[in-house]
């Protein structure tokens, strides 16, 4: 374990946080780290190669790489030496946990979060976990098994995967997003009528970006002119997409935006009128705390279907528009999104749904569950001295 140097604990004691590498799972450990340390706990997350890359976004010296792997049942011969790197990654977590004495163990899902969630079973440390989708993933219901996680933290309402008995220990939270988020959450939505500008987003993951390249220059293509003159794109792209995304644009006279990534999402988020979208967790949450309306294309063959039930949970509250990929045609879209720009009483509703689907608090509510899971440990802690 490339572990950091021991550093002044703080007044609370020390919190792990477990997480894989991608976004969708550090995004809500990054936000719980910040409430965590404005409330006087110690932070530290343990993740594997890829969640270095994020260390900028925590504490200098908090994050610590840990040996794991995702394990594939669908190629057996991988097995052996998948198993012997995670027994590797459980055995650095218990001298670690040797070392530094957590009081609570906080997992967001990810094989590497597994061997963090085993140790601390095996070192007696309360556990939990955070389910960012409306699907639990599969490390998340190891944890919830024999990861002995005492609390099951969710972020949408119904929740699939967890069996009966785990159901028993779900606490429905919300999935905790990123400062910038709350901070755009403050501008207020406004539809605009027939005479002014129409601010559509359009954004993906790598995939999502391949298809929405592809898709969404024929669907615009396809819109009336009463649609496109006063149509204004902002749209990720992959780099190699860019050139001929712009070049369509340009052809029908729309103006456009095209960047492969945007710093300040949650303000473009803000500044849009509609967004289209997959449906990942940490998008839909934004979308739900920001309040914008949007259509969302889940990615489709996803495992478990995540993407898709998180959609539904959305689309249930008015929030938005579940449309998924093979069932799309150009004429089909551009249809959709004419009728949904010439009626402001329509994309109004959808952002107030959107709206309350969200959960800016999300952090807080998050931290109060560690914290809760903690405070035996501190109690027993401070009676032995």
Request: proline share 6%.
């Amino acid at each position: 374990m490339n572990a950091a140097p021991q550093m002044g604990r703080s007044g609370m004691g020390t919190v792990v946080l477990a997480s894989g590498g991608t976004g969708g799972h550090l995004f809500p450990a990054q936000a719980l780290a910040r409430e965590l340390e404005a409330r006087d706990w110690d932070v530290r997350l343990f993740t594997d190669t890829r969640g270095l890359a994020w260390r900028d976004r925590f504490r200098q010296g908090s994050v610590s790489e840990i040996s794991s792997s995702t394990l594939t049942p669908g190629k057996p011969w991988k097995l052996p030496s998948q198993m012997l790197r995670l027994v590797r990654g459980y055995r650095q977590c218990l001298a670690e946990f040797a070392r530094i004495k957590p009081r609570a163990v906080v997992g967001f899902g990810g094989y590497p979060s597994l061997p963090v969630m085993m140790a601390a079973r095996r070192a007696g440390i309360p556990a939990m976990v955070h389910e960012q989708n409306a699907v639990a993933g599969r490390a998340n219901r190891l944890a919830a098994s024999i990861g002995g996680a005492q609390i099951i933290a969710t972020s949408f309402e119904p929740v699939y995967g967890f069996s009966p008995a785990q159901m028993s220990r779900v606490k429905l939270v919300g999935n905790p997003v990123r400062e910038a988020v709350i901070e755009a959450a403050g501008i207020a939505y406004e539809a605009p009528d027939a005479a002014h500008m129409f601010n559509l987003l359009v954004f993906g993951g790598s995939q999502g970006a391949q298809y929405f390249s592809q898709v969404m220059p024929q669907v615009v293509a396809e819109l009336p002119h009463a649609v496109t003159k006063r149509l204004r794109i902002v749209q990720q792209c992959r780099p190699e997409d860019i050139d001929a995304v712009r070049a369509a644009y340009d052809a029908v006279g729309v103006k456009a935006t095209c960047e492969s990534f945007f710093n300040d999402m949650p303000k473009r988020i803000a500044a849009s009128h509609l967004v289209i979208c997959r449906a990942g967790a940490s998008t839909v949450a934004e979308l739900g705390v920001i309040g914008r309306p949007a259509i969302y294309v889940p990615l489709p063959h996803a495992l478990d279907n995540d993407q898709l039930r998180n959609a539904e949970s959305m689309t249930k509250m008015g929030g938005g528009w579940a449309m998924e990929q093979k069932d799309i045609t150009p004429d089909g879209l551009a249809a959709f999104i004419t009728r949904l720009r010439f009626d402001p009483v329509e994309l109004t509703r959808a952002a107030q749904g959107a709206r309350s689907h969200g959960r800016p608090a999300a952090a807080q509510a998050l931290a109060d569950l560690a914290a809760q899971l903690a405070r035996p440990a501190l109690a027993e802690d401070s009676s032995t001295t």
